[in-house]
């Protein structure tokens, strides 16, 4: 059975750092775009960070360019979202997703979640004092 398993959220001050992992199981990413979304109380999803299953293609919503950083390794079956500098806006649950048809799109439409086929439960990120 296809899973994601997101890990690495928790409490952080303004300004600090949290590196969130996504780990697959049941299929192999190889073949599959990575992409984080994010959901905070009574606001809509939104996607955060995607990126390519093969070529390194990345996006970025534009209110964590330059602060977060999406990676993947194939062979680990894993992926990443480092989050430096964060701000208190950043607080989310956080999700991983996997999908092939991202692959087809252009960088920047890859980070439509009804593009995804696979999702993991979500971890929790606070930003506050």
């Known amino acids: 059975q296809e899973q994601l398993v997101e890990s690495g959220g928790g409490p952080v001050q303004p300004g600090g750092s949290l590196r969130l992992s996504c780990a697959a199981s049941?299929?192999?990413?190889?073949?599959?775009?990575l992409g984080w979304f994010r959901q905070a109380p009574g606001k809509e999803r939104e996607g955060v960070a995607c990126i390519d299953s093969s070529n390194g293609d990345t996006n970025y919503a534009g209110s964590v360019k330059g602060r977060f950083t999406i990676s993947r390794d194939n062979a680990k079956n894993m992926g990443w979202l480092q989050m430096n500098s964060l701000k208190p806006e950043d607080t989310a649950v956080y999700y991983c997703?996997?999908?092939?048809?991202?692959?087809?799109?252009?960088?920047?439409?890859?980070?439509?979640?009804?593009?995804?086929?696979?999702w993991g439960q979500g971890t929790q990120v606070n930003v506050s004092v």
């Open positions: 049941g299929f192999t990413l190889d073949y599959y775009a």
């Open positions: 997703a996997a999908g092939i048809r991202p692959g087809f799109r252009a960088p920047e439409d890859m980070c439509q979640a009804a593009l995804y086929d696979f």
